[in-house]
């Protein structure tokens, strides 16, 4: 995914490469704590994207790689507590941004 530009956020799936990024100074995702969006804006990643440069779908791909494991890490937790249910629905909600 990642190599094509396409990332994921908890509110769904976009491609950085698309034209209202180039001036987006903001991370992929605001909560996200993995090492591109703390260091590096949509901006940029969508220049690095434009340039062809490698290190762009390196950055995309630790982003990715982060949000799927957060996703797993919830999906255990909430079983854990008996509530996997509500966290899916609650995930799925958010992600495919219905009400
Ligand atoms: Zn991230």
Known sequence: MARSSAVYSPTG?????????????T???DTCPCYTCTHYTRAYLRHLF???ERNAATLASIHNERF???IVSGARDAINNGNYFEYRDKTLRNYYQMQ
């Open 50 to 52: 434009k340039a062809k």
């Open 68 to 70: 799927i494991l957060d």
């Open 27 to 29: 991370p992929i995702s």
């Open 13 to 25: 799936r976009f491609n950085l490469t698309n034209a209202r990024f180039a001036r987006d100074f």
